[in-house]
T-cell receptor, first 114, second 112 residues
Framework: DVKVTQSSRYLVKRTGEKVFLECVQD?????MFWYRQDPGLGLRLIYFSYDVKMKEKGDIPEGYSVSREKKERFSLILESASTNQTSMYLCASSSRGLKAYEQYFGPGTRLTVT | QKEVEQNSGPLSVPEGAIASLNCTYSDRGSQSFFWYRQYSGKSPELIMS????GDKEDGRFTAQLNKASQYVSLLIRDSQPSDSATYLC????????????FGTGTSLTVIP
């Protein structure tokens, strides 16, 4: 079974703090993704990575950065947290080729910025 | 226009009935289509993928794809209360930079 884990289920941070969200997958997947999910807006892609040290912007990269130093780990960084970044953050991974869009999700991190 | 559109629902069906969930997409170049199930407070889980026109069956689930009409549907036969969840449609659109879009989901409630 694919397992994707995220460092925290719930997180509360103050405005202006630097926030790190960690994601680890154990299936040797090449692709990893960060989404945020908000009511009425659905899942929106923030960043994705097709390989180690490689990153691509998604739909809403502003205010976020990512790091992928090892194949199994993909980190999302909020450089200076703001209240509009309060959301559910979901990490996903997938293999290459036709299976690239059969994504496996982690349990999510509910981030509250106060 | 959104890349992927779904009726938000809620859709309610009695236990044992067929639930029909629909999704339309805007880009004719879309190639791969997926249904994810998301229980309240949980993350999405892939339940079906379909890549060519026609029907694909997996247990009580059938995905139907019609590329000419640009819609994909999910049928759930013999609906159970445990099927109550939000169902997300997702589409791979290689002509766009992002390539992968989710709909906002349809909420399904199966009434015992």
């Amino acid at each position: 079974d694919v397992k994707v884990t995220q460092s925290s289920r719930y997180l509360v941070k103050r405005t202006g703090e630097k926030v790190f969200l960690e994601c680890v997958q154990d299936m040797d997947h090449e692709n990893m993704f960060w989404y945020r999910q908000d009511p009425g807006l659905g899942l929106r892609l923030i960043y994705f990575s097709y390989d180690v040290k490689m990153k691509e912007k998604g739909d809403i990269p502003e205010g976020y950065s990512v790091s992928r130093e090892k194949k199994e780990r993909f980190s999302l960084i909020l450089e200076s947290a703001s209240t509009n970044q309060t959301s559910m953050y979901l990490c996903a991974s997938s293999s290459r080729g036709l299976k690239a869009y059969e994504q496996y999700f982690g349990p999510g991190t509910r981030l509250t910025v106060t | 226009q959104k890349e992927v559109e779904q009726n938000s629902g809620p859709l309610s069906v009695p236990e044992g009935a067929i639930a029909s969930l629909n999704c339309t997409y805007s880009d004719r170049g879309s190639q791969s289509f997926f249904w994810y199930r998301q229980y309240s407070g949980k993350s999405p889980e892939l339940i079906m993928s379909i890549y060519s026109n026609g029907d694909k069956e997996d247990g009580r689930f059938t995905a139907q794809l019609n590329k000419a009409s640009q819609y994909v549907s999910l049928l759930i036969r013999d609906s159970q209360p445990s099927d109550s969840a939000t169902y997300l449609c997702a589409v791979n659109t290689p002509n766009t930079g992002n390539q992968f879009y989710f709909g906002t989901g349809t909420s399904l409630t199966v009434i015992p």
